[in-house]
């Protein structure tokens, strides 16, 4: 059983089917807003009646509270940054591995590496014209920086594909609110809520609000892209407000609509009486003093707590981007054709043999 990975802020249901009715079948609902943070999993037992038995909800989420309020081993990040587009040094004067991954993701970059220079080249053929939004014959630096987020992030439209399967029931190609509601809470807005204050109808509540924010068209309905914003808020400027709001939610623990000092501190970390606190937890005291505060009232406000989780981080896929057009671009227009990319096929994909100048064979390591 795992948790739906990286930024997922609210609940997302995980189904698997049993092999019979005697087993178990879980469903997990995730509440964070960034990987790492509280979560509880909540399990239930597939009945023939398929009604949830309490006492195993109880004890699941039971457990789960404690590793959630345990003392932590290392510093909670609610900070969203980029990933880097490759682990790899970026150093073309000795091979184009950086932009590979770049360009194609991880991943898919291992697969081109196993073609032919043809089988390379047809296939990096058929991506430009995906690439090529406005099908006008070229691509942009802002077509490809579009493409270069894409494929970096090809495991959340992954993920939401498979979400999709599971909440989209009556198979019209949209994801309704009602539908999603049915598939999230039918089986738990019965059941009484846990003691320790966690609340089914409030956790239902902030998943309308964020899915009418990520509802552009107001129909309470989500087309794939929509789903993707409900799900993954932090990927999209219009739902960043949404982001804010509710790590704003989580920590602000007096419901004055600000964060404090302890209930920043306190988030990170739980003393639990220990006198004694990490050196990292006296440095974060330091930082919400000196650049997270920035109008020294004691407090942070909306857009300081909007400058701390969402701060503004070099663009490494525009840079990349750019960086692809320049090095491709022939006649210098400033835009790529279909051939301009291709001719310069070395520079986006691999394959088993890759041209640097000279004819150089490149050995795999399996």
């Known amino acids: 059983m795992g948790v739906f990975p990286g930024g997922r802020a609210s609940s997302i249901i995980e189904k698997t089917s049993p092999e019979d009715t005697g087993e178990f079948r879980r469903q997990i609902v995730a509440i964070n807003t960034k990987r790492g943070q509280r979560s509880a999993v909540l399990c239930r037992k597939c009945m023939h009646s398929h009604r949830m038995e309490l006492r195993p909800l109880v004890m699941c989420f039971a457990l789960c509270v404690v590793y959630a309020t345990s003392k932590p081993t290392e510093k909670k990040d609610r ?16 091979n184009f591995d950086y932009d590979h991954e770049a360009f194609l993701g991880q991943e898919e970059a291992k697969t081109f ?27 942009t630096a802002e077509e490809m920086k579009k493409w270069i987020k894409h494929s970096q992030k090809r495991w959340i439209y992954d993920d939401v594909d498979r979400q999709w399967k599971s909440h989209d029931l009556n198979g019209d190609g949209v994801v309704s609110w009602e539908e999603y509601k049915n598939a999230t809470y039918g089986y738990v807005l019965d059941d009484s809520d846990p003691d320790d204050g966690f609340s089914y109808k409030q956790m239902m509540a902030r998943d309308e609000r964020r ?32 982001v804010v709001l509710e790590t704003m939610e989580d920590i602000d623990k ?4 600000l964060i404090d000092l302890d209930e920043y501190i306190g988030d990170m970390y739980n003393q639990d009486g220990d006198a004694s606190e990490p050196e990292w937890v006296k440095t974060e005291r330091e930082q919400f003093t000196e650049f997270r505060d920035k109008n020294k009232d004691g407090k942070m406000d909306k857009e300081e707590t909007r400058d701390w989780i969402l701060p503004t981080d070099y663009d490494h896929a525009d840079a990349e981007a750019k ?4 090095e491709s671009d022939t006649d210098k227009d400033g ?12 520079l986006f994909v691999g394959s088993q043999a890759t041209d640097f100048g000279e004819a150089l064979t490149r050995h795999d390591e399996f």
């Open 323 to 326: 960086h692809l057009v320049y």
């Open 79 to 94: 900070v969203h940054h980029d990933e880097p587009l490759s682990n790899l040094e970026h150093d073309d004067a000795e």
């Open 254 to 257: 007096n419901g004055d609509g």
């Open 211 to 242: 899915f009418k924010m990520a509802d552009q068209d107001n129909d309470m309905k989500a087309n794939k892209e929509e789903f993707t914003a409900f799900l993954h808020p932090e990927e999209y400027d219009h739902m960043k407000d949404i």
């Open 113 to 139: 590496d196993q073609l032919t220079p043809e089988e390379s080249k047809e296939r990096l053929g058929m991506l430009v014209e995906r690439i090529d939004e406005d099908k006008d014959g070229y691509v």
């Open 335 to 346: 835009r790529l054709t279909r051939e301009e990319i291709v001719d310069k096929y070395d």
